[in-house]
């Protein structure tokens, strides 16, 4: 593998120091092109339009051992998410209530991955709290939203749109945007399977066992 003239060559000592570390998506045509090999970890991804909640439900499927996702969201939201050994998921009783937990989560090293499922944008100054959180832990926080401009893009490291054809990388660090995938690359196929509801101290009981 060439290096890019970014990061030195794939295998090198000063390769494991400088190539910053992902939490890979499981889809090899984003993580060869995502400079962190997948999401960013203490950072902020966000992941827009009608597809996202369906290819963030993918990627929790396909979250390599050991790492572990947590996936949060009020009842009043249609969950996409189906539970494996890896990922967890967590309702809370309203939108409110997900920042009074996010905080303990996100620094809780159990989970490489915590997803927010959010159905209204925040205003800056919420965002700006979410960035602030993201960066002083070790995951990755992935907001999922159907409307557009959910989260400043400027707060955030990463950044995928998706319409009903293509994924579009609109932000990512170091590369050339936007970046195009076709939807058939990527399974977001919608499944009928719901998982189970976790408290989030269940969830933590079972991660700790």
């Not at 090999?37 to 390599?64: K, S």
């Not at 939201?77 to 009074?100: G, H, I, K, S, Y």
């Not at 602030?132 to 992935?142: D, G, K, P, T, Y």
Request: charged share 20%; hydrophobic share 45%.
């Amino acid at each position: 593998m060439q290096a890019s003239g970014l990061f030195p060559v794939e295998g090198t000592a000063l390769s494991q120091i400088t190539r910053p570390l992902g939490v890979a998506t499981g889809f090899s045509v984003l993580d060869d092109f995502l400079p962190w090999q997948g999401l960013p970890t203490g950072g902020v991804t966000l992941i827009e339009g009608p597809l996202a909640p369906r290819l963030a439900r993918r990627m929790c499927a396909r979250l390599a051992h050991p790492q572990r996702a947590v996936w949060i969201h009020s009842v009043k939201m249609r969950p996409f998410f189906q539970e494996t050994a890896n990922c967890f998921r967590l309702q809370v009783p309203a939108e409110a209530d997900l920042f009074n937990v996010l905080p303990g989560i996100l620094q809780d090293a159990a989970f490489s991955c915590v997803i927010l499922q959010l159905s209204y944008p925040l205003n800056r100054l919420k965002a700006l709290e979410l960035a602030r959180l993201a960066r002083a832990s070790h995951a990755s926080l992935v907001i999922i939203a159907k409307s557009e401009r959910a989260l400043p893009w400027d707060l955030c490291e990463l950044v995928i749109e998706s319409n009903e054809d293509f994924l579009s990388v609109r932000k990512a660090q170091h590369r050339p945007v936007p970046f195009w995938v076709p939807v058939e690359m990527i399974e977001v196929a919608p499944s009928p399977n719901e998982s189970p509801v976790l408290s989030w101290w269940n969830a933590l009981e079972r991660v700790h066992s």
